[in-house]
C-alpha cells in the first residue's frame, strides 16, 4: 500500500514538474497552431481560437488567415531552438515585446485589437529594442455574422435563425465573423438586446457569450449588432408552444450561413 | 648633427601623411537580401520605399578600399514615419512603414555619413476582395 502511494507521489510530481518546465508545451514548428516568423527565427501562436468559441487560455488550433476588424485578441512569440533542433520553440526570452506595426493593430483591454482594415504586421521586438522576428496578418471587416450555440465547440458553426425554449430555460450563444463565406479570427464586442425582454431576456455578456433566458411563452427577435455592421445579425426565439414551434431545439438557417 | 635631425623629422612626419593618406578609405556598401513585404517595398542605394505597416528587411554592408567590412549604422531621420531598427541577425536592418508620408535615411560607416536617401512610405491599397 505504501509503495503504490509512493509511486502515485512520484508520478504526480514528474507530471508537475513536466508541466512546469519552461517551453515543456510550446507547440512544435509544424503545428498549425505555429506561424513561422517571416525572418524564420521562431513562431506566432494566436491566442483566442480558431475563428469560434473564443478561448483566452488555450492556443488556436490553427493561426488564422484573417482576423475581424474591431475584434481583440492575442499573439504569443516563441523562439526557434536551435538547441534542439528547428522543429522545437522555446519561450521567447524575457523581455520581449509584441508591436503592432502602422495603423492597422492597436492595444486593446487585454493584447490587441484590430482597428483598421488592412494587412497588418505584428513585430516582436528584443530587450535593446532589435527585431527578432514579424508576422503578417491580413484585418478584414466582416461582411456578416454567424450567431451560434454556445455549447459548440468545432470551428465550423451553423448559423441559427430560430431557436426553441421552455419557460425558464437558460441558453447561450456566440458570435463569429465572416468575409466571402470564410470565418475571421478574434473575439468581436457585440450588442445584444431582445425584441421582448418579458419573453426572452438577455442575463449577461461576458467573453464573447451572451447568455438568455425564456420568461414565459410568446416569440422574440434576439438581435446581435457589432463587426462594422449596419444591420444586425438577428435569431428568432420561440419560448413555449407557439406557432408551429414544436420541441425545444435549435434550426440552423438554410442560407447556407457557417457552410 | 642638427641638421641630421631635422631631415629625419621632415622624413618622418612625411612618412607618417603617407600612411595616413595610403590608409583603407570607405569604398562602398553593398544592400543584399532584401526581402519586400507582400505589398511590395525596396531598400536600395538611392531609394527606400515601403508600405504603411509593413516591414522590409535588407542586409546592409558598407566596405573600405581595402575590401574590409566597416561597421554600419543606419538611421530614419523622421521615425514617426520609417523606423529603422537593427535586426537580430548580424548586419540585418529593418525598415518599418509607420505612416504614409517621405523621409530621409542616413547610412553610414565606421561612424561617418557615406550617403543619404530619400524614403517614403506609401500607403496600402484597398484589400484585393473589397475593390
Known amino acids: 500500500m505504501r509503495r503504490f502511494q509512493l509511486s502515485v507521489f512520484c508520478m504526480g510530481f514528474f507530471a508537475l514538474a513536466a508541466a512546469c518546465t519552461p517551453g515543456a508545451n510550446n507547440p512544435p514548428t509544424s503545428s498549425p497552431s505555429v506561424k513561422k516568423g517571416e525572418l524564420g527565427n521562431g513562431g506566432f501562436t494566436f491566442r483566442c481560437d480558431d475563428s469560434v468559441a473564443c478561448d483566452k487560455y488555450s492556443n488556436a488550433k490553427t493561426f488564422p488567415d484573417a482576423i475581424a476588424l474591431g475584434s481583440t485578441f492575442e499573439i504569443e512569440f516563441f523562439l526557434r531552438d536551435d538547441w534542439n533542433g528547428y522543429g522545437y520553440l522555446r519561450d521567447a526570452e524575457r523581455g520581449t515585446t509584441i508591436e503592432p506595426v502602422g495603423k492597422y493593430i492597436g492595444r486593446g483591454t487585454s493584447g490587441f485589437a484590430a482597428v483598421d482594415e488592412g494587412t497588418a504586421t505584428l513585430s516582436a521586438r528584443d530587450q535593446k529594442g532589435w527585431l527578432v522576428d514579424y508576422v503578417i496578418v491580413p484585418v478584414r471587416k466582416p461582411d456578416s455574422l454567424i450567431i451560434y450555440d454556445s455549447e459548440y465547440t468545432g470551428d465550423n458553426p451553423t448559423r441559427l435563425a430560430r431557436v426553441t425554449m421552455d419557460v425558464d430555460d437558460h441558453k447561450g450563444f456566440r458570435v463569429v465573423g465572416q468575409r466571402s463565406g470564410q470565418p475571421l479570427a478574434g473575439l468581436i464586442t457585440i450588442e445584444w438586446s431582445s425584441s421582448d425582454s418579458n419573453v426572452v431576456a438577455v442575463e449577461g455578456y461576458s467573453r464573447g457569450k451572451v447568455s438568455i433566458v425564456a420568461l414565459k411563452n410568446g416569440t422574440a427577435t434576439l438581435s446581435a449588432k457589432g463587426g462594422g455592421l449596419a444591420e444586425p445579425q438577428t435569431v428568432d426565439v420561440v419560448v413555449g408552444d407557439v406557432g408551429s414551434g414544436g420541441d425545444a431545439g435549435s434550426d440552423a438557417a438554410q442560407d447556407a450561413g457557417g457552410q | ?131
Not at chain 2, 612618412?15 to 544592400?31: F, K, Q
Not at chain 2, 532584401?34 to 515601403?50: I, Q
Not at chain 2, 512603414?97 to 560607416?109: D, I, L, N, R, Y
Open chain 2, 1 to 131: 648633427m642638427k641638421l641630421l635631425n631635422v631631415k629625419n623629422l621632415v622624413i618622418g612626419v612625411v612618412a607618417a601623411l603617407v600612411a595616413i593618406a595610403c590608409g583603407p578609405d570607405y569604398s562602398r556598401t553593398e544592400i543584399s537580401g532584401t526581402k519586400s513585404s507582400p505589398l511590395g517595398g525596396e531598400v536600395k542605394s538611392n531609394h527606400v520605399a515601403v508600405p504603411e505597416g509593413m516591414i522590409v528587411k535588407a542586409h546592409v554592408v558598407p566596405y573600405n578600399d581595402d575590401n574590409e567590412q566597416m561597421q554600419a549604422h543606419v538611421w530614419s531621420h523622421d521615425p514617426d514615419i520609417l523606423e529603422v531598427i537593427a535586426v537580430v541577425n548580424d548586419r540585418d536592418y529593418a525598415f518599418i512603414g509607420k505612416k504614409p508620408g517621405s523621409t530621409t535615411v542616413e547610412f553610414q560607416a565606421d561612424g561617418e555619413t557615406v550617403f543619404v536617401v530619400t524614403a517614403e512610405v506609401t500607403t496600402q491599397p484597398p484589400p484585393e476582395d473589397a475593390k
